[in-house]
Structures are given as C-alpha cells and as structure tokens.
C-alpha cells in the first residue's frame, strides 16, 4: 500500500517540478524582456534629445549633413517606438494572439454569422415558396 501512496506523489512532483521549470523560466524570460525596453526608454529619450539639439542647430544653420542626421535619428526613433509599444509582449505571444484572434474572431464570427443567414435566409425562402405555391393553386 505505501507503493502504492508514493507513486502519485511522485507523478505529481514530477509535474510540479516540470511546472516550476517553466514558471522560472518565463520569469527569466520577463527580467530580459524587462531589460530590453528599459534599455529601449533610456536610448529613445537620449534620441529625442538628440534630436531636438540637432533640430535646432539645423533651424539656426541648415546644412545637407544635418538633415540626414535628423532623419536618421528619426528612423531609430521609430525602431524604438515599436519596441516599446510591444512592451512585454514577445513575437510568440504576438503570433499566438494572432492566430488566436483570427480563429476566434474572423473565423468563428464569419462562419458563424454566415450559416445562421443560410437557415435564416433559407427557412424564410422555403416559406414564402410554400405560400406563393399555396396561392397559385
């Protein structure tokens, strides 16, 4: 019976053990995630400001070199807007949500909305059919 009683537990310590490996592992995956975009904030605020001394240096003495330099600090901007608006979430959570969003919604809203307007649309048919075929008779 004490055999009996451990191989349970044991089963479930494995899972618990295979539950908390993947707990610890998303939370490594958190800290680097977390990392990154106090990295991203920290290099977008120094390129704003960079961007604003070059923008006026530009307006007080416009020269070729620092237009491309403005537009090219712009562009990093961008990159490391789209970082930040993406915030914690990483490209599998994005391609999950995704592929979830389009079964959930597109799918299953389409499809579904379309076959209740076939019954709908078809049962109303089939009756006015049988009553138009009920007054020509």
């Not at 295979?18 to 958190?30: G, R, S």
């Not at 007080?60 to 070199?65: A, D, S």
Request: aromatic share 8%; charged share 25%; hydrophobic share 35%.
């Amino acid at each position: 019976m004490s055999s009996e009683d451990s191989h349970p537990i044991n089963e479930y310590s494995e899972e618990f053990e295979q539950d908390l490996a993947k707990a610890e592992q998303a939370l490594v995956n958190l800290k680097q995630r977390y990392r990154e975009i106090i990295e991203a904030q920290r290099q977008h605020r120094e390129l704003s400001e960079h961007l604003k001394t070059t923008e006026q240096e530009w307006q007080n003495n416009p020269k070729p070199g620092l237009e491309s330099q403005l537009e090219a600090i712009e562009a990093q901007i961008q990159e490391l807007q789209v970082t930040l608006e993406s915030a914690l979430l990483s490209n599998e959570d994005l391609k999950r949500m995704f592929w979830e969003g389009l079964k959930n919604g597109v799918i299953g809203v389409l499809f579904g909305e379309i076959f209740w307007q076939i019954v709908r649309f078809g049962g109303l048919g089939i009756i006015i059919g049988w009553i138009l075929k009920s007054c020509t008779e």
